[in-house]
Antibody
Framework: EVQLVESGGGLVKPGGSLRLSCAASGFTFSTYAMNWVRQAPGKGLEWVSSTTSSSAYIFYADSVKGRFTISRDNAKNSLYLQMNSLRAEDTAVYYC??????????????WGQGTMVTVSS | DIQMTQSPSTLSASVGDRVTITCRASQSINNWLAWYQQKPGTAPKLLIYKASSLESEVPSRFSGSGSGTEFTLTISSLQPDDFATYYCQQYSSYSQTFGQGTKVEI
């Protein structure tokens, strides 16, 4: 079964750090571009960051640039999001999502179940 | 960044109704548009990609159309399982953006 499973969410104080993980299974992870997307409570979807299959190209939303770092370990079939200098407005469910097909820009066909990040003192 | 605007924000409908949701882009995105369905507490599900291509195993009552800056998602005959929130997404650039969502309710 093709699956993405996020972990690492939790409660963190403003200014703190957190590292999210996304474990992939059921497909050849190393050949797919991957993304992080977040959703604040009661709000819509916001794209956060993208990485191509080989990590050659990485992109960030302006709202997280300089604070968040996306990375992947193709040997471990895993995607990561290192989040530093966290703010209250970063509170959201964070989803990892696979880009469909072999390209780096396409729709997101597989999503994880999400992991909740709460930034509060 | 390209802005995506959906209308309406909320739509009240009945089982069997034909439903249309519109998504407008602030500049041309060719046909690099996807539609997703999301139910409360669950992850989004891909319905349509490349504006009009139906994702595998998605019922044929869902269809997408449009190109350039104006796009529509149509549900030909609304079913009980279709009450959810729908999002469009442009992926014409790496700074991808979603619409604000359309909630389809009874």
């Amino acid at each position: 079964e093709v699956q993405l499973v996020e972990s690492g969410g939790g409660l963190v104080k403003p200014g703190g750090s957190l590292r999210l993980s996304c474990a992939a299974s059921g497909f050849t992870f190393s050949t797919y571009a991957m993304n992080w997307v977040r959703q604040a409570p009661g709000k819509g979807l916001e794209w956060v960051s993208s990485t191509t299959s080989s990590s050659a190209y990485i992109f960030y939303a302006d709202s997280v640039k300089g604070r968040f770092t996306i990375s992947r370990d193709n040997a471990k079939n895993s995607l990561y999001l290192q989040m530093n200098s966290l703010r209250a407005e970063d509170t959201a469910v964070y989803y990892c999502a696979r880009v469909r097909g072999s390209g780096s820009l396409d729709a997101f066909d597989i999503w994880g179940q999400g992991t909740m990040v709460t930034v509060s003192s | 960044d390209i802005q995506m605007t959906q209308s309406p924000s909320t739509l009240s409908a009945s089982v069997g109704d034909r439903v249309t949701i519109t998504c407008r882009a602030s500049q041309s995105i060719n046909n690099w548009l996807a539609w997703y369905q999301q139910k409360p507490g669950t992850a989004p599900k891909l319905l349509i990609y490349k504006a009009s291509s139906l994702e595998s195993e998605v019922p044929s009552r869902f269809s997408g159309s449009g190109s350039g800056t104006e796009f529509t998602l149509t549900i030909s005959s609304l079913q009980p399982d279709d009450f959810a929130t729908y999002y469009c997404q442009q992926y014409s650039s790496y700074s991808q953006t979603f619409g604000q969502g359309t909630k389809v309710e009874i």
